[in-house]
C-alpha cells in the first residue's frame, strides 16, 4: 500500500526528532490532529439544481495559540491532504514564532466550474457548518489554492451575521477595506523573495546570473515572480495547470502577469502576437519545467511534484518550496545525496501567515498599519529565521528541512514542557 501524504509528513517530524533531546512524548502529541470536521455544503445552482460538497476543517494542533491556516478549493481535497496541511502549518507557525498552532481546511470542488454567485452560496455555506468550530481565539482560516481575499471577504460577513457582531479576526486575507492588511495579497510570495535573497547572499549568488523556473503562476508564484524579476533575477520559466512557457532570456514578468490575467493560461504567450514575436518562447509540460538546467526551481502549486521518479532529473542547484509537500520525503533522500539545497516550504512560504498574523493583531488592536511597517516587520522575521535555520543545519551537519523542523519542534517542545511531560511527572515532581 502507498504511504499517504499525512504518513510522509509525520516522516519529516521523525526524522528531526533525533536531532532534539526532547521527549518522546512530544512526537507523540504532535503525531496526531487535535480535531477534524468533515462537512457537506449543499448548494443550489443557478439552474435551480442543487449540489453536495464535501468540506473539511483540520486542527492539528493548539500548543502555541488558536489554530491557523489556509483553505483550499480544489477537486482533489481529501481528509488526507487537509490533515498533512494543518500538520505543517504547526511547524510553519513555530518556525516564524507566531503564537499559533495549525489547521487547514477544503473544501472539494472545481472552483472554476462554478458561477460566481454558486461560489458565494459555496463560501458562506461552509462558514455556516464550520462557524462553531473556528473563531478569533479558536481557529482562524485565511486563502489558499483557489481562493482568494473576495471568498476570505464572504466568510467573514457570514461568521458576522451568524454571531450578530462584527468578527474580523475570525479570518486573514481579507480585502483591505473589510478589515484586511495591506502588504497581504503577497506576503507569500514576498516572504520567499526575502529567503532567496539570503540565500543568494549566502552563495555569492547575482541576481543577473541566476536563472529561475517557476512552477504554478497564482498567488504565490506571481508575486514571488515579480519581486525576483525588479532584481534583474531571470525567469526563464513559469507554468500553470496548462502548461509551461520557457525562455533562456527569462520573461518580463509584468507582461506575462497581464496576460495571465486578461486570458487565464500562461501559455497563451504564443497567441498574443505582440508577446510572440517579441519572446518567442518554447512551450513544455510541467514536468519538463522542474527539469529545466535553472540555478532555482521554485514549486509553488500543488504537492507531490517531486517524487522518487524523477528526484534525480532535477538539474537545480538550489528548491525554494514556496507550495505546500511538493517535494515527498523519498525525493528529499534522493536531492539530499546530490548536494540540492532545498529550502523547505515551512520556512520559505511562511510569509503569508505572517502576515496573516500582523492582520489578526490589527483587527484584534483596531489600529491598522503602513504598508513599509508590514515589509519592515516581515523581512525581520524571514531573515532572522533563515539566518537561524541556514546555521543550524551546518551546525547539526543536516539539511535545511531537517534543521527547520529542529527549530519548530524546539519551540513547540518548550510550551509542551512548561505543562509538564512524562519525564515531568515520573520523576517526582508533583509540586
Ligand atoms: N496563498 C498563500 O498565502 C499561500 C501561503 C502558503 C502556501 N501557499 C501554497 O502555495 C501554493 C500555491 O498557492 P496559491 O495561493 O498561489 O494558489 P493559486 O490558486 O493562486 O495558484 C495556484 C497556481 O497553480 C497552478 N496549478 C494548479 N495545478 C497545477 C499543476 N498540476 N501544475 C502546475 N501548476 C498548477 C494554477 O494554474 C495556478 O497558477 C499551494 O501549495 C499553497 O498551499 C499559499
Not at 499525512?6 to 512524548?25: G, I, K, S, V
Amino acid at each position: 500500500m502507498s504511504r499517504s501524504l499525512f504518513d510522509d509528513a509525520m516522516q519529516r517530524l521523525n526524522t528531526a526528532m533525533p536531532y532534539t533531546d526532547l521527549d518522546d512524548e512530544i512526537a507523540l502529541r504532535v503525531g496526531t490532529p487535535k480535531s477534524c470536521l468533515e462537512v457537506s455544503v449543499p448548494v443550489r445552482r443557478d439552474d435551480g439544481s442543487l449540489t453536495f460538497y464535501r468540506g473539511y476543517r483540520v486542527r492539528h494542533d493548539n500548543t502555541r495559540g488558536p489554530t491557523k491556516g489556509g483553505l483550499r478549493y480544489h477537486p482533489s481535497v481529501t481528509l488526507d491532504e487537509v490533515k498533512s496541511l494543518a500538520f505543517w502549518m504547526t511547524f510553519k507557525c513555530a518556525v516564524v514564532g507566531v503564537p499559533f498552532g495549525g489547521a487547514k481546511g477544503g473544501i472539494s470542488v472545481d472552483a472554476k466550474s462554478l458561477s460566481p454567485m454558486e461560489l458565494e452560496r459555496l463560501s458562506r455555506g461552509f462558514i455556516r457548518q464550520v462557524a462553531d468550530f473556528i473563531g478569533p481565539d479558536v481557529d482562524i482560516p485565511a486563502p489558499d489554492m483557489y481562493t482568494n481575499e473576495r471568498i476570505m471577504g464572504w466568510m467573514m460577513d457570514e461568521y458576522s451575521t451568524i454571531r450578530r457582531q462584527h468578527v474580523p479576526a475570525v479570518i486573514t486575507g481579507k480585502p483591505v477595506s473589510m478589515g484586511g492588511s495591506v502588504g497581504r495579497a503577497d506576503a507569500t510570495g514576498r516572504g520567499a523573495y526575502y529567503c532567496i535573497r539570503e540565500l543568494a547572499r549566502k552563495h555569492d549568488q547575482s541576481p543577473s546570473s541566476t536563472r529561475i523556473a517557476i512552477q504554478g503562476f497564482g498567488n504565490a508564484g506571481q508575486h514571488v515572480a515579480r519581486l525576483l524579476h525588479k532584481d534583474g533575477y531571470r525567469i526563464v520559466a513559469v507554468s500553470d495547470s496548462q502548461g509551461a512557457v520557457y525562455h533562456p532570456d527569462g520573461f518580463d514578468i509584468p507582461s506575462l502577469i497581464r496576460i495571465k490575467e486578461k486570458t487565464r493560461h500562461v501559455q497563451t504567450v504564443y497567441c498574443d502576437k505582440a508577446l510572440c514575436t517579441s519572446t518567442a518562447a518554447d512551450q513544455l509540460t510541467n514536468e519538463e519545467l522542474l527539469e529545466l538546467d535553472v540555478d532555482i526551481l521554485i514549486p509553488a502549486a500543488l504537492e507531490n511534484q517531486i517524487t522518487s521518479r524523477n528526484a534525480q532529473n532535477i538539474r537545480a542547484r538550489y528548491i525554494v518550496e514556496v507550495a505546500n509537500g511538493p517535494i515527498t520525503s523519498e525525493a528529499d533522500a534522493i536531492l539530499n545525496s546530490r548536494n540540492i539545497e532545498v529550502v523547505p516550504d515551512i520556512l520559505a512560504n511562511a510569509g503569508g501567515v505572517t502576515v496573516s498574523y500582523f492582520e489578526w493583531l490589527q483587527n484584534r488592536s483596531g489600529s491598522y498599519w503602513e504598508l513599509q511597517e508590514v515589509h519592515r516587520k516581515l523581512q525581520a522575521i524571514m531573515a532572522r529565521e533563515f539566518e537561524y535555520i541556514y546555521d543550524l543545519h551546518h551546525d547539526i551537519k543536516t539539511d535545511m528541512r531537517t534543521a527547520a523542523y529542529v527549530h519548530a519542534i524546539k519551540r513547540l517542545g518548550e510550551t509542551m514542557n512548561a505543562k509538564g511531560t512524562s519525564s515531568y511527572f515520573s520523576n517526582g515532581n508533583q509540586r
